[in-house]
């Protein structure tokens, strides 16, 4: 079965729009700052793969043995007819539940979204021809905000691994967790992956890799910038730092200022100052207890009914449903 066309919600311009935004009010906080989505152009995402295959890098290997291990009690307990991913790239992982599922039977739909279409493109293609017996329906979105464009009918299972969710800080972890609750109906179920607190000489070189694939993929916001906003960042000026934070208990990623610098954002029309040696935010991915993903999953109308961990405690992930 080939994959069906892609039902395209993000308007023309709306993720131009998204990045005018935030680097206008990023860069011009007290504590400058950028979201991470911004990485994400196809030089970002190439980067990030090859970060998933770096020794550093725990948390891709620990949650794919997660799933591994469990992906038949997931299709066993959900018994979904429709399997949703959000943020799904290339859902290399997911094809672990997918073959779970092949093997019990029963799922019909697989609906992968993505802000970025090339990237559906291509990886609802391949799981068509890998699936035949499955309709693919791709979705390009922003889990932030459409939420409410998810299928409905059927027994579904939403996913959402990698530990995404530990970008969103706390009160906007909060609505997405209600608007995803919202966005389904009782006895719908929730997978998330979420990275777990441990000892910070396992985290920081997680993300601070000494190939330096970390450093690039950090400097490489700024090279997006450049090129769609006309900036004249100097990316080479900025030193990568990563950081962990005890009482967030979060990993903050940030470029420092090397030298006094003055950059211009021509599209914007504004002028940004840099110190030497300030900071710039990229990045936040919190770190969860067990016991704090369920309160989480709890305010927002979800019961937790699974909660497994890979052999060395690294990684978890939650099956819960919708109440």
């Known amino acids: 079965m080939t994959?069906?066309?892609l039902e395209i919600y993000l308007e023309e311009g709306d993720l131009e729009r998204g990045l005018r935004d935030d680097v206008r009010a990023g860069l011009s906080a007290g504590q400058k700052w950028l979201p991470p989505k911004w990485f994400y152009d196809a030089r970002g995402s190439e980067l990030f793969e090859e970060i998933t295959r770096l020794p550093e890098y725990y948390p891709t290997r620990a949650e794919r043995a997660v799933l591994a291990e469990h992906a038949p009690d997931i299709a066993a307990l959900t018994g979904a007819k429709t399997l949703i991913e959000l943020g799904s790239g290339s859902s290399d992982k997911t094809r672990l539940l997918l073959d779970a599922f092949a093997r019990q039977?029963?799922?019909?739909?697989?609906?992968?979204?993505?802000?970025?279409v090339s990237a559906l493109r291509g990886s609802t293609a391949q799981i068509a021809a890998d699936y035949p017996s499955l309709r693919v329906r791709g979705i390009v979105g922003d889990f932030t905000r459409q939420l409410d464009r998810l299928p409905t009918g059927g027994r579904r299972l939403v996913v959402f691994l990698g530990g995404t969710i530990g970008n969103l800080l706390p009160a906007e972890r909060a609505e997405f967790l209600t608007a995803m609750r919202a966005a389904l109906e009782v006895g719908d179920w929730?997978?998330?992956?979420?990275?777990?607190v441990k000892d910070p000489e396992v985290i920081v070189p997680a993300y601070d890799d000494a190939a330096g694939v970390t450093a690039e993929f950090n400097r490489n916001v700024l090279h997006v910038i450049n090129r769609e906003l006309g900036a004249d960042f100097d990316p080479g000026a900025f030193e990568h730092v990563a950081l962990w934070d005890p009482a967030q208990e979060w990993i903050e990623m940030r470029l420092r200022a090397s030298?006094?610098?003055r950059v211009q954002v021509r599209t914007?029309?504004?002028?940004v100052d840099f110190a030497a040696g300030e900071e710039?935010?990229?990045?936040?991915?919190?770190k969860f207890h067990p016991e704090g993903i369920a309160a989480e999953l709890t305010a927002a109308g979800f019961g937790t009914t699974k909660f497994w961990t890979d052999a060395d405690g690294l990684f978890g992930v939650t099956l819960a449903r919708a109440r």
């Open 3 to 5: 994959a069906e066309p």
């Open 105 to 116: 039977g029963g799922l019909g739909t697989f609906v992968p979204l993505d802000v970025s």
């Open 190 to 196: 929730l997978l998330l992956g979420t990275d777990l």
């Open 259 to 261: 030298r006094p610098m």
């Open 268 to 271: 914007l029309g504004v002028t």
């Open 280 to 286: 710039l935010r990229t990045e936040v991915s919190a």
